[in-house]
């Protein structure tokens, strides 16, 4: 493969790249506008306050999402085995190992506590508490299981791109 080739597929990764950093910020300013405006109408001191954690932790989301952004190539003479090394680096951070993994626990902790904070908040006011919260719990189990589908499926699309990468670098 050329040298403009591989310029080219690095490129067109970055390209991907900041558009799905675009949307992840774009649902971070979503959520902001509406966790406050939850809180404003929360019928409670405790859901507000459940509302306001999830307000709270939105930039540090949208924090996590821009670190995950791949730095700009080089636009100097370049080899192309240097370029392929930058690229296999580049789809080697999208992976998620054990260390991402704690960090990633670390992140869901406050959504959960959130969500604990205001499910508590509504207990109370409701009637027939189980039969309300029950499509909101199995949200949330959805939710969570199709995270884990989703994380599974990164990581074994990385392992494939990375194969992929260094057959490249082979041939």
Not at 12 to 33: E, F, M
């Amino acid at each position: 493969m050329t040298t403009q080739a591989v310029r080219m597929l690095v490129n067109d990764y970055q390209t991907t790249a900041r558009r799905n950093l675009c949307i992840g910020l774009g649902v971070c300013v979503l959520s902001a506008g509406f966790f406050a405006f939850c809180a404003r109408i929360a019928p409670n001191a405790l859901v507000r306050i459940g509302d306001l954690i999830m307000l709270a932790w939105t930039p540090g989301m949208a924090w996590i999402i821009w670190c995950r952004l791949p730095p700009r190539a080089s636009l100097g003479e370049t080899s192309t085995l240097g370029l392929i090394d930058f690229h296999r680096a580049q789809v080697a951070r999208e992976g998620w190992s054990l260390r991402s993994s704690a960090t990633l626990v670390a992140v869901m902790l406050p959504i959960f506590a959130g969500m604990a904070v205001i499910l508590a908040g509504i207990w109370p006011k409701a009637s027939r508490m189980y039969v309300q919260l029950l499509p909101i719990l199995i949200l949330l189990l959805v939710w969570m299981v199709i995270f884990v589908l989703q994380l599974r499926r990164q990581n074994r699309r990385v392992r494939d791109r990375l194969r992929e990468i260094d057959v490249l670098r082979e041939g």
